[in-house]
């Protein structure tokens, strides 16, 4: 499958680089093409980066807590952050191969497929950190109940999967922009 | 502000809708102008009043519960169905003006505003319904403690807050699109 386009272009005609594909048009349409954040940008790389940056270190935190396996919402939240950074690592690894090329990433299956899994991997992640958000308060705030040292590690590591969530979600939306304006 | 263009047009010349706005294109373009589920549209008016069923069902059950109070989870989870109801209700006014005057609400501050305001609605929405899942999962099956009926209930609401979600993101996808597409 050809998921990528050439980017290089004589350096005669710049201007054709924004009709590209555009058929009969006469108006040169501005795309998004070329924006930070996209799949095989600089942008793009540095997102997924902090999106399994901060997987990581959610995961690694979770793994220093002997008793987290008692409840249901922490076990999720050790797999959607591992499910996430796997997910961010993959996409990086693509990302920086298209940087290497010097090719965007802006075939229709594949923008497609990065946005329904950008979709799914940061719903489940933030999902995940809420439903833990939520049992932490109970027991921090509601029950009192925070006896030893667990609560900040549990905090931190919901803290790491919002901020998880919250770099994956500019790859969601740049990737359905993309989708919605071609 | 206008926020509503025309659909009358003469019935002589009904490919004109189509290439409406579109400056100098000679190919006509696909809009998604009159897509269900979008705003001014039925799809959208049966969108927004599931929406507003789902979370008005949602907080009755919660108010039916004397002690929900107790944990903060539950409490916003009150507090973002009421939002989301509140939200659903108005946009189904405004859909259901714009049906009734046969207009389309399509400028792109409108349609900006609805996008940002589904976002941040079923973000808080979905938020709450998680959280107060992770508390009753907790509760009935890691800690076997649903002696009453109050698991029931929450579990209903819970449900109920998940389906108002799960019709928001349509509402705000379309949105989403619409912006991106034009």
């Known amino acids: 499958m ?3 386009q050439g980017v290089v272009h004589p ?5 054709r680089l924004q009709t590209e594909g555009a058929g009969n048009m006469l108006l040169p349409r501005v795309r998004m093409k070329d924006l930070q954040g996209m799949p095989g940008t600089v942008g793009g790389v540095f997102l997924r980066f902090s999106q399994l940056l901060f997987a990581v270190v959610a995961l690694s935190v979770m793994a220093t807590i002997t008793d987290f ?3 249901t919402a922490f ?3 050790v797999a959607a952050t591992g499910l996430q950074s796997m997910w961010s690592l993959a996409l990086a690894i693509v990302d920086i191969y298209a940087l290497l090329i010097g090719r965007h990433l802006q075939n229709y299956r594949a923008v497609s497929l990065f946005s329904v899994g950008d979709g799914v991997t940061s719903t489940l992640t933030f999902a995940a950190a809420c439903a833990s958000a939520g049992i932490t308060v109970l027991i921090g705030n509601d029950l009192g109940a925070c ?6 590690r549990y905090e931190t590591a919901i803290a790491m999967a ?3 969530w919250f770099t994956a979600l500019p790859s969601f939306l740049f990737n359905f922009w993309s989708l919605a304006s071609r």
């Open 75 to 77: 076990c999720y939240l």
């Open 11 to 15: 350096v005669e005609a710049p201007p």
């Open 162 to 164: 919002f901020l998880s």
């Open 2 to 4: 050809n998921v990528s």
């Open 147 to 152: 006896a030893n040292d667990h609560c900040t």
């Open 69 to 71: 396996a008692s409840v």
